[in-house]
């Protein structure tokens, strides 16, 4: 299998790529766009966006939908995901969650809309001590 490592380049087109999928982002009830693009170890990308609804408990933020979106294409190892919002807004405890359970080294790479990095952290440092699939002996 191959293993991708996080070149300047492939983090610059991983915020890139976030910012031009925020443009596509569904939220007209919070009006707050958000663009998420995850890189995974094999060296693909997936995309994301804040996906809201009428009903607004069912709403699905933007990184749960690119890392949904490569769980269903065979992905389970994740290298970086970047997230983009107008005010450089870091990823909700639920989606810190959803990516506790494919590892505590994945980089979160926070923008803002003109791709600025504003924060960067491992998982780990996102969400410590979190509970995953070893609490279940997985
Ligand atoms: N949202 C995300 O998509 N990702 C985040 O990291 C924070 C919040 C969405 C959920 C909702 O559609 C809107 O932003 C406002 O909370």
Do not use: W
Request: include cysteine; aromatic fraction near 8%.
């Amino acid at each position: 299998m191959m293993e991708t490592m996080l070149t300047s380049e492939l983090r610059s087109e991983l915020v890139q790529r976030a910012v031009e999928a925020r443009k596509l982002a569904y939220a007209p009830y919070s009006n707050y766009p958000v663009g998420a693009a995850l890189l995974t170890r094999s060296g693909r990308f997936f995309s994301g966006v804040n996906v809201e609804n009428a009903a607004y408990p069912m709403s699905l933020c933007a990184e749960r939908v690119a890392i949904f979106k490569a769980i269903s294409e065979g992905e389970r190892e994740f290298v970086a995901l970047a997230v983009v919002t107008s005010n450089g807004g870091t990823p909700c405890g639920a989606c810190r969650q959803v990516m506790a359970e494919f590892g505590q080294d994945t980089l979160v790479l926070v923008a803002d809309s003109s791709g600025r990095l504003v924060h960067e952290a491992r998982l780990s440092e996102l969400l410590p001590g979190a509970f995953g699939p070893r609490d279940l002996g997985k």
